[in-house]
């Protein structure tokens, strides 16, 4: 099994409607990130948690909603999907105890129409 | 604030040729750089990191990078490349702050030609 398991793989899913992406991890990492990739923009930072009681905005927050459910666990919700949010979707792990460097899920293509 | 500029979106380069992928990085305060790689349809995959120490930084796979402070810059290079390096490559950038939080490049694609 992956370290970084992200569900669904691909969604596509119509304007208006409320979908979750799912992230687990068996890395025992407390600190979890949200990220989306669009093309020719690299990858921006969405939300971030250090622990289940600490979650914190990234730089482009806003359409999205995020819960902590458990230390393995760290979903992204978009209340309301509209077609700009069409995107690579990534989670994220790290350790401050390894020091800097991220581990990767393979990521939830999203498609809105 | 901090950024990352990864000048070259495409590099064609032929099978055992040199290759260099740029990357300069703008921050008041110290870094933490990175280069990622992302193969077509997976993840991203640390490649290497400088966090202290050594400017010359060796990863996996071939691939090296040096820190130029003086420059900003952090490239990335392997002497011989081949067609399994096609991908995705990410410069990144972080504060030793404790945050971990990243600042991406824009990637370039390399693309390794027969």
């Known amino acids: 099994d992956a370290d970084v398991t992200q569900t669904p793989r691909n969604r596509i899913t119509k304007t208006g409607k409320r979908i979750m992406l799912e992230c687990s991890q068996t890395k025992g990492h407390d600190r979890m990130y949200w990220y989306r990739q669009d093309p020719g923009l690299g990858l921006r930072l969405i939300y971030y948690s250090f622990d289940v009681k600490d979650i914190n905005k990234g730089e482009i927050s806003d359409g999205y909603s995020v819960s902590r459910q458990a230390q393995a666990k760290f979903s992204l919700s978009l209340e309301s999907a509209i077609p700009n949010q069409t995107a690579l979707y990534f989670c994220?792990?790290?350790?401050?105890?390894?020091?800097?460097?991220?581990?990767f899920g393979s990521g939830t293509r999203l498609t809105v129409v | 604030a901090q950024s990352v500029t990864q000048l070259d979106s495409q590099v064609p380069v032929f099978e055992e040729a040199p290759v260099e992928l740029r990357c300069n990085y703008s921050?008041?305060?110290?870094?933490?750089l990175f280069w990622y790689v992302q193969y077509p349809n997976q993840g991203l995959q640390l490649l290497l990191k400088y966090l202290s120490g050594s400017t010359l930084v060796k990863g996996i796979n071939g691939f090296e990078a040096e820190f130029n402070k003086s420059q900003t810059s952090f490239h990335l290079r392997k002497p011989s490349v081949h067609i399994s390096d096609t991908a995705e490559y990410f410069c990144?950038?972080?504060?030793?702050?404790?945050?971990?939080?990243?600042?991406f490049g824009t990637g370039t694609r390399l693309k390794v030609l027969a």
């Open positions: 990144a950038v972080s504060e030793p702050s404790g945050t971990y939080k990243y600042i």
């Open positions: 921050s008041s305060v110290s870094v933490y």
């Open positions: 994220a792990t790290s350790d401050p105890g390894t020091g800097p460097g991220y581990t």
